[in-house]
Nanobody, 120 residues
Framework: VQLQASGGGLVQAGGSLRLSCAAS????????MGWYRQAPGKERELVAV???????HYADSVKGRFTISRDSAKNTVSLQMNSLEPEDTAVYYC???????????????WGQGTQVTVSS
């Protein structure tokens, strides 16, 4: 299983970016999908998560500005980021909790990370 993220870049404060992540390989089912981020000198933190069923969850710092969505048919997850702030600058990682086959337990897989830089 591989997760391929895309969509990072440089944007001015107040601008928008959209991150996307696609899971590929041998996939039986996907439970939750989401995004984490890690800023320089800081620990990785949860940004948003969307389960296979149920409510989405956002970090308080991004509520009202970011929207997570997923396409279960395409095994993709996206993060629409609006009203970006310099504090959102970080490497963003997508993840998915995937059951590869019916015989294996689900486990987390991670994308390679994509840089988001917000200038003031």
């Amino acid at each position: 299983v591989q997760l391929q993220a895309s969509g990072g870049g440089l944007v001015q404060a107040g601008g928008s970016l959209r991150l996307s992540c696609a899971a590929s390989g041998t996939i039986f089912s996907i439970n939750s999908m989401g995004w984490y981020r890690q800023a320089p000198g800081k620990e990785r933190e949860l940004v948003a998560v969307i389960p296979s069923g149920g409510d989405t969850h956002y970090a308080d710092s991004v509520k009202g500005r970011f929207t997570i969505s997923r396409d279960s048919a395409k095994n993709t997850v996206s993060l629409q980021m609006n009203s970006l702030e310099p504090e959102d600058t970080a490497v963003y990682y997508c993840y998915a909790n995937i059951k590869s086959t019916i015989f294996r337990p689900a486990r987390d897989f991670w994308g390679q990370g994509t840089q988001v830089t917000v200038s003031s």
